[in-house]
């Protein structure tokens, strides 16, 4: 069974950092694209970044191109997200994903999902 589990969210000021893990049991990520998403309150899910397993090319949404760095461990067998200067617009719940098939900015893509961390920005 894959399970996909998210951690690194909190609580930060404007202008300041997190990094967000994603651990995965079952699954090998090295041998799939993996992708983070986000989700506000009110809002559509949306696409943050994903980093394929070949190459480890990434991919960014344009909000966050420039702050956000998308990584993977493979000994750890985790995906990263490092968040910098971050804002409240990028308060959100976010969360991992690996990759299937098709478009990496598309949700359907992805089959297994985590549970989400939250990430609070406060003004």
């Known amino acids: 069974q894959v399970q996909l589990v998210e951690s690194g969210g909190g609580l930060v000021q404007a202008g300041g950092s997190l990094r967000l893990s994603c651990a995965a049991s079952g699954r090998t990520l090295s041998a799939y694209a993996t992708g983070w998403f986000r989700q506000a309150p009110g809002k559509e899910r949306e696409f943050v970044a994903a980093?394929?397993?070949?190459?480890?090319?990434?991919y960014y949404a344009d909000s966050v191109k420039g702050r956000f760095t998308i990584s993977r461990d493979n000994a750890k067998n985790t995906v990263d997200l490092q968040m910098n200067n971050l804002n409240p617009e990028d308060t959100a719940v976010y969360y991992c994903?690996?990759?299937?098939?098709?478009?990496?900015?598309?949700?359907?893509?992805?089959?297994?999902w985590g549970q989400g961390t939250q990430v609070t920005v406060s003004a």
């Open positions: 980093i394929q397993y070949i190459g480890s090319n990434r």
């Open positions: 994903a690996t990759h299937r098939r098709g478009r990496f900015f598309e949700g359907g893509s992805y089959d297994y």
